[in-house]
């Protein structure tokens, strides 16, 4: 009997038929027009409107205020069109359209029935050559030289620094509610990696609301201090999708038992077109 329900995240009308033969439920995002085939993020209660800022937050902005009192405890999993989950992790030139669905996700193994959540496996934010963080953060490092042959130092709040703006961060995480702001503070300044690619696969209806409902206010009241209007750089554009990349990991590792599953990569863009 199938114990997962996978939402798979898409921008093409055209994934449809692939994404319902991968056994998945297809999602469907973005400004083109989608069938009623679709689970979406524009009916009922929703953000969809935001979606260039919040990606996949729009979905499951969604998700939380019209789709998750509906269901029963059971293990509910996120991938998008071009990543996925997998038992084993794959090298990208090993996957193909043709073998991908061989290769992904299809249910839970009885061994993950002892854990609430599911992760991807952590991305590592000190291990980018020097040079890559000079050239992006050249201020940054001028201000601390020892970041550049210190990798401790090098965290996730400094990669942050790095790719969506000097201590923008800790501006958002001043704004978090008191339950969060020291221990999600703490993580960042701390670890070195996080579970990237805000993809989670989790079995308990009432964390799941949770997590929303401690992350979309928080997003709400970070939308006062950036805005939308001046978000120019993709770096930017979606920082309310790379704000809660961080906080996902974060969250889930502390209010959770989680565990670890490969992503793979492959885009079916590629052969669909």
């Known amino acids: 009997m199938k114990n997962l329900d996978m939402f798979c995240l898409s921008l093409e009308p055209n994934h449809y038929n692939f994404i319902k033969k991968l056994g998945y439920i ?15 993020d524009k009916p009922g209660i929703n953000i969809s409107k935001k979606n260039k800022f919040y990606g996949e937050y729009t979905y499951h902005y969604w998700f939380w205020k019209n789709y998750l009192d509906k269901l029963e405890d059971g293990w509910i999993g996120f991938c998008q069109y071009r990543k996925f989950w997998s038992l084993e992790q794959h090298k990208n030139e090993d996957i193909n359209f043709s073998n991908l669905n061989s290769k992904i996700l299809k249910e839970i193994p009885k061994e993950f029935d002892n854990y609430e959540t599911i992760l991807g496996t952590p991305f590592f934010v000190n291990q980018f050559k020097g040079m890559k963080f000079i050239k992006n953060g050249f201020k940054i490092f001028i201000k601390n030289p020892f970041l550049f042959f210190n990798k401790k130092k090098r965290n996730i709040n400094f990669h942050f620094d790095l790719m969506h703006g000097e201590n923008n961060l800790n501006k958002a995480i001043d704004l978090l509610d008191e339950k969060n702001k020291d221990d999600f503070r703490k993580f960042v300044n ?8 805000n993809m989670f696969i989790c079995k308990s209806k009432q964390k799941l609301k ?10 709400e009241r970070c939308e006062k201090l950036f805005g939308f209007e001046n978000l120019k750089e993709y770096g930017l554009i979606r920082i309310y999708t790379f704000l809660a990349e961080r906080f996902m990991p974060y969250w889930f590792r502390k209010n959770t038992k989680s565990t670890l ?13």
Do not use: A, C, H
Not at 26 to 40: A, I, M, R, T
Not at 191 to 197: A, I, L, M, T
Not at 210 to 219: G, K, Q, T, V
């Open 261 to 273: 599953m490969p992503i793979i990569f492959y885009d079916i863009r590629k052969d669909i077109k």
């Open 210 to 219: 949770s997590y929303y409902e401690d992350l979309f206010p928080w997003l």
């Open 26 to 40: 297809p999602v469907g995002l973005g400004e083109k027009n989608f069938s009623k085939d679709w689970f979406s």
């Open 190 to 197: 701390t670890e070195v990696s996080f579970n990237p690619q």
